[in-house]
């Protein structure tokens, strides 16, 4: 689990609650009516934005900010670097009883291609099609939850509207005023929060879980081919340490870099 989603989904509520608490209106945050507007109502119009797939399928993606992106870049350099030194020994062929023990299906089918004698410009291209169709979906779901931003300040000040129309209808109650403008003014304060709080920081989230594993791939794509073309383990390994944050390419390099 990413804790540091449980943070700040539930911290940044937190704090925004306490500080309506101390300035003693923190009652005056809760109507229903106006979180109807507003959640509801934004929602219902993601319907006529996206297929009714992508309306739905949304809240189980944007689940996937509470997992850790964690494509386990180390233990693929090393598994590249075991396949590319079998490889110069002993020929591309002996890698077949290898395949076996990859669960990546990105980069068994790269590495099923160099067995297969394919070219390498032919495997790069079929390796980048597949990345970028992969990344493609990814910034649709994102593009949903962008516009599910984009949306919901607007039927904030939608339902601001409608609360204003019902005070001005019964101005002769000057006593009911300012509760009205105040019920008018919360389904604002909800359109803001569900864009700020929570919308727009799970788009980024989930763009830097995809650009993540763009670049875990792009580096599979780099082994593979530095394989297929017979680089030497040592020069192959300095591209792939490059992928690798500071952390793991300082464990890694004094393995993998060898004279």
């Not at 539930?10 to 959640?39: C, E, K, Q, R």
């Not at 803001?192 to 920081?201: F, G």
Request: aromatic letters at 8%; hydrophobic letters at 45%; one cysteine or more.
């Amino acid at each position: 689990m990413d804790i540091a989603s449980f943070i700040g989904i539930f911290g940044g509520l937190g704090i925004v609650f306490f500080g309506a608490f101390i300035g003693g209106s923190l009652g005056g945050l809760i109507d229903i009516p106006s979180m109807f507007i507003t959640i509801g109502g934004s929602y219902m119009c993601l319907f006529l934005t996206y297929p009714l797939s992508y309306t739905l399928g949304v809240f189980k993606v944007m689940g996937k900010v509470f997992k850790i992106a964690d494509f386990k870049d180390g233990e693929t350099v090393q598994k590249l670097m075991t396949l590319s030194e079998k490889s110069r020994r002993t020929g591309l062929l002996a890698l077949e009883e290898e395949l076996n023990d990859i669960d990546d299906p990105f980069l068994k089918a790269g590495l099923r291609n160099v067995i297969d004698g394919i070219d390498g410009a032919a495997i790069r291209v079929s390796m980048e099609n597949e990345l970028g169709q992969m990344e493609e979906r990814h910034n649709k779901w994102i593009s949903v939850v962008n516009a599910w931003a984009t949306l919901a300040p607007g039927f904030g000040m939608l339902g601001t509207v409608i609360g204003l129309i019902g005070m001005l209808l019964n101005l002769e109650d000057k006593s009911s005023l300012g509760p009205n403008m105040a019920v008018a003014l919360v389904t604002t304060f909800y359109g803001s929060m569900m864009s700020n709080w929570l919308l727009i920081p799970v788009a980024s989230k989930l763009t830097y879980q995809n650009n993540l594993e763009v670049r875990s791939k792009e580096m599979i794509i780099e082994g593979v081919l530095g394989i297929q073309s017979g680089d030497h383990p040592r020069i192959l390994a300095q591209r792939l340490l490059t992928y690798l944050d500071p952390a793991d390419r300082k464990r890694l390099e004094p393995e993998l870099v060898k004279d």
